[in-house]
């Protein structure tokens, strides 16, 4: 079968740069132990799985947030993630006396600061984000009085603001026309508002190529965890604007050869926090695939998905 592999797809400089500090923390032997993690380090079960391995202990429950998994850490270090804290879990962490490395990217940050910023100067701000995603919960936490989550059209019609100053931004890892359009509607009841798009540089130019190449193909298969939020947007990018069905799979054993009965390209991506090894095998069964040969449908990985971790300085 045809095979576009959309580029750029994959690893973006956020969560190389939360590996390293991960596998860095996990070799220095003058950090207090255990060490634990605050939530998945990126959403990525195999690179959680692989960091295991090497002692980093994962603290996830989908159900609690940040502030409440720190509870249940009484002694040690703490990495938090690449998605943000709010400053309340960092201050909650050293009232704990544990040992804290901060693994946020660089563009969470400039998000939160510039939340920060507004805020001291007397606005309002209205968050574009997923509700129960860390980075909105970091972003949320700095002041949930002033800072209000909006995921969608319905949220937009509960929301109130009674302050003339209102600053619209959003979670790194959305759709970056969503926003846009969110940002328009909003902007009719608030036609005040200030808008910055912050959907960070990584995202956008994913976003960008799988529009571009999934135009021209019949399916498009994106590569990358359930919980990822940019993995999901790829898809959810490819059906909304590209026209192009999307299957999100975590690696080559997921693919269901019925979904190429009539396809004879398919568009390949991966998320930001999907190792490149795993969307190697994918396109290599996808190149290899025949829809009429049910030897090709079928593929165990071969891969040792315990120990993913790619090659860091
Ligand atoms: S997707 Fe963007 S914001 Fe998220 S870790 Fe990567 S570079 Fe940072």
Same mark, same amino acid.
């Given at each position: 079968m045809k095979v576009i592999k959309v580029t750029p797809r994959g690893f973006c400089v956020g969560v190389i740069s939360a590996l390293q500090i991960a596998v860095d923390a996990a070799y220095? &032997? *003058?950090?207090?132990?255990?060490?634990y993690i605050l939530g998945n380090i990126v959403h990525n079960r195999f690179i959680s799985n692989s960091?295991?391995?090497?002692?980093?202990? #994962?603290?996830?429950?989908?159900?609690? @947030? %940040? =502030? $409440?998994?720190?509870?249940?850490?009484?002694?040690? #270090?703490?990495?938090? @993630?690449?998605h943000g804290v709010s400053d309340e879990v960092i201050n909650q962490a050293k009232a704990k006396g544990l040992h804290f490395i901060n693994a946020t990217c660089k563009y969470v940050h400039k998000t939160n600061d510039y939340i920060k910023e507004k805020i001291a100067s007397g606005y309002d701000i209205i968050y574009i984000g997923k509700k129960n995603h860390p980075e909105p919960e970091g972003a949320v936490?700095?002041?949930?009085?002033?800072? !209000?989550?909006? $995921?969608?059209? !319905?949220?937009?019609?509960?929301?109130?603001?009674?302050?003339?100053?209102?600053?619209? *931004?959003?979670?790194?890892?959305? &759709?970056?026309?969503?926003?846009?359009?969110?940002?328009?509607?909003?902007?009719?009841?608030?036609?005040?508002? $200030?808008?910055?798009?912050? #959907?960070?540089?990584? @995202?956008?130019?994913?976003?960008?190529?799988?529009?571009?190449?999934?135009?021209?193909? /019949?399916? #498009?298969?994106?590569?990358? /965890?359930? =919980? &990822?939020?940019?993995?999901?947007? =790829?898809?959810?990018?490819?059906?909304? %604007?590209a026209n192009t069905k999307a299957y999100r799979i975590e690696n080559v054993e997921d693919i269901n050869p019925e979904w190429f009965k009539d396809c004879k390209t398919v568009a390949v991506t991966s998320g930001a926090s999907t190792p490149t090894a795993i969307t190697s095998e994918v396109i290599a069964f996808l190149e290899n695939f025949v829809y009429r040969d049910n030897n090709t449908h079928y593929q165990k990985s071969t891969l040792n998905l315990e120990n993913i971790l790619p090659k860091l300085k």
């Open positions: 220095d &032997s *003058t950090l207090p132990r255990p060490i960091l295991k391995r090497l002692g980093l202990i #994962t603290i996830e429950d989908k159900s609690k @947030t %940040r =502030l $409440e998994l720190l509870d249940t850490i009484a002694t040690g #270090t703490v990495i938090f @993630t690449a936490g700095i002041n949930p009085k002033k800072v !209000h989550l909006v $995921e969608n059209t !319905h949220d937009l019609q509960k929301l109130l603001i009674r302050n003339e100053k209102i600053a619209i *931004t959003n979670q790194t890892t959305m &759709s970056f026309w969503d926003v846009e359009e969110l940002a328009k509607l909003i902007k009719k009841t608030y036609p005040k508002a $200030e808008f910055l798009n912050e #959907t960070c540089s990584a @995202t956008q130019v994913r976003q960008e190529a799988i529009l571009k190449k999934a135009i021209h193909a /019949d399916v #498009t298969i994106v590569v990358g /965890d359930p =919980l &990822s939020n940019n993995t999901n947007k =790829l898809a959810h990018i490819s059906e909304t %604007r």
